[in-house]
């Protein structure tokens, strides 16, 4: 579908927006937790973790 972003790029632009002050530029302190976010194995659990109202259990953070 035109238009649409993969989820990895969908990731990359949700931590983005996320983690920094204008939308655009990450500050380089947080600069290590993007990219452990951005580089997670599936990004899916990571584009829910926002919408989430409590933690997942840390037992199932190895499969990120």
């Known amino acids: 579908m035109p238009g649409r972003r993969c989820p990895r790029c969908t990731l990359l632009a949700k ?21 452990v976010l951005s580089d997670a194995p599936n990004p899916y659990p990571v584009l829910a973790w926002p919408g989430c109202t409590e933690a997942p259990p840390r037992a199932s953070w190895a499969s990120w």
Not at 17 to 32: E, F, H, N
Request: aromatic share 0%; net charge negative; charged share 25%.
């Open 15 to 35: 931590v983005t927006s996320l983690l920094s002050r204008d939308g655009t530029a990450l500050d380089a302190s947080l600069r290590p937790l993007a990219d």
